[in-house]
């Protein structure tokens, strides 16, 4: 491939580029296109077919780089099928999918302790540039899938991402990933609750899972199996980075902190969330070392250009335990209001003060887990497990988005709903600090027993412009310097394996004016 590697940064040889990654983020275990000291592990003989059953995915974009993942696994519902060996893994990032110009390659190590998990940050990559990528292992090639980097710092060229959540497998079925695949998306960013670790059967089920209920690293990886090998979900990996958080389900429904749903099994909890944590990282494309315990931080800056800052946030690793009783929906209490409770804890609460108050962006989207904005019903309930069970930490972070003057679009998960509403706190006649979309769910299902009260009692919110608890998708969102627009796109049933996909509602946020109207 000498003198054909198109316009690679040229100033950098090969092995020396990929010599010089090895010293990034701690835990992405990279090898030289060159033997490592004591030599590459040798390719095990006889390895099963179907090496990459799981696809493969990019994400973390930065202006120079992106992390490249894949997971070698010919058994992904049994403990992955590999041999308890590492093996070595080329990887190459081309202009086309021919790989007629390879700009950079490599070799990176599954590691058998990381269940064959392979994270590479590439770096050395142009700017604001489309690239194809693939794996190979032995006479195994993966599917080749696109990514990108972000463009250059001072960018304010258009983008647009897709905002998802909330997979529950036994719901329904995926024909959202598939529609998301073909908008031609810049950025996907999910929510959280990219698995459900409950167990088998119920009522109106769709599909079953593959297990009781999961708390091992073993079992984690099996539910992890079955989710990754969804190929509609997989088609959306391969059409453009994501930026991933997670939510509770990943590890066990409403925890909080190391407060476990049920609090008997506290002593437990540490190791089960652990066991998660890095089985979330095992299958995921992101830049953050490999989690050696129960904590894992993933709270992060990802910028596009000057145009969007990413503040990813995670609302469940550090949050006080949930005030007022161990329900969702309950009657106000005072811990509901109590200064001394946090939902992001303290040091990630100062880290998004920091990245707000620097961010060079037009606009700050908070990636967010659980519904924001006010939301009294019947003006004495509230859904503790949202950020009104933790109001004053809400207040704090009003004030840095205040402090900052930021274009706040806060964009969430969690309730499988779709929604728009000015963010607001308790004093509900207030100023709306920014604009909260809250982006449906790919397939979990809203209880349909209680969907009419709650889209009453919702709509009845006068700083709520927007409430659908009936159908599934995802959020659709163009940004420019002026306009940020948000396109509902949601489809007729996940009932079956495909579906039509109608845009439900298209609604514009205007830099410099909270809120958002009827497009
Ligand atoms: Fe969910
Ligand atoms: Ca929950």
Redesign the pocket.
């Known amino acids: 491939m000498g003198q054909d590697r198109g316009p690679a940064p040229a100033r950098v040889s090969r092995r020396g580029f990929v010599r010089g990654m090895a010293g990034g983020a701690a835990g992405l275990v990279l090898l030289g296109a060159g033997p490592l000291p004591g030599g590459d592990p040798p390719l095990p003989p006889n390895l099963p077919d179907g090496l990459f059953s799981l696809g493969v995915a990019s994400g973390d974009p930065v202006p120079d780089g992106v992390v490249l993942w894949t997971r070698l696994a010919p058994d992904p519902l049994n403990g992955g099928g590999m041999p308890a060996v590492d093996v070595p893994v080329r990887w190459q990032v081309a202009h086309e999918d021919g790989f007629r110009s390879v700009v950079a390659e490599g070799t990176a190590v599954a590691s058998a302790a990381l269940a064959h998990s392979v994270h590479v940050d590439v770096r050395g990559l142009r700017p604001g540039a489309w690239y194809h990528y693939r794996f190979i292992v032995g006479d195994q090639a993966s599917p080749v899938a696109r990514t990108r980097t972000t463009p250059r710092p001072t960018s304010r060229a258009g983008l647009r991402f897709l905002v998802a ?2 997979q ?1 497998w036994k719901d329904g079925f995926w024909s959202a990933w598939a529609h998301a695949a073909a908008e031609d998306p810049d950025l996907v960013v999910h929510l959280g ?1 990219y698995i459900y670790e409950g167990g088998q059967g119920g009522a109106g089920i769709v599909r079953d899972h593959n297990s009781p209920e999961v708390a091992t690293l073993d079992a984690y990886r099996n539910r992890w199996g079955l989710y990754k090998s969804d190929p509609a979900l997989q088609a959306a990996h391969a059409v453009c980075p994501w930026v991933v958080t997670w ?1 509770d ?1 990943e590890v066990e429904n409403n925890y909080a902190g190391l407060v476990p749903q049920v609090e008997a099994e506290a002593p437990g909890f540490p190791a089960r969330r652990a066991a998660a944590y890095q089985a979330w990282w095992e299958h995921q494309p992101v830049r953050l070392g490999r989690p050696t315990g129960p904590d894992l931080r993933i709270h992060r800056t990802i910028d596009w250009g000057a145009l969007a800052r990413f503040h990813v946030l995670d609302t469940r690793q550090y949050r006080s335990n949930q005030g007022c009783g161990t329900e969702d929906l309950g009657e106000d209490c005072p811990d509901r209001t109590d200064p001394t409770t946090t939902m992001l804890g303290p040091e990630q609460e100062a880290w998004l003060g920091q990245s707000l108050a620097s961010s060079p962006a037009t606009w700050d989207v908070l990636a967010n887990q659980v519904v924001m904005t006010a939301m009294p019903l019947a003006e004495t309930f509230f859904n503790h497990d949202q950020w009104d069970g933790y109001s004053a930490a809400r207040e704090r972070l009003f004030a840095q988005l205040r402090a900052a003057q930021a274009n706040a679009v806060v964009v969430t ?2 309730i ?1 709903a779709a929604g728009v509403a000015d963010l607001i706190g308790d004093d509900l006649s207030g100023a709306p600090v920014g604009t909260e979309l809250v982006g449906s ?1 790919i397939s ?1 299902r809203f209880d349909p027993a209680t969907a009419d009260v709650a889209e009453l009692l919702i709509a009845g919110l006068e700083h709520v412009d927007y409430v659908n608890v009936r159908q599934r998708g995802y959020l659709r969102c163009d940004a420019n310097p002026a306009t940020l627009t948000a396109a509902f796109r949601l489809v007729d049933t996940v009932a079956t394996p495909t579906s039509s996909i109608t845009t439900a509602s298209t609604w514009a946020i205007r830099a410099g004016t909270p809120g958002a109207q009827l497009a």
């Open positions: 959540s909330c529950n609750d939510d389900h998960g969690d499988h769910s979990s």
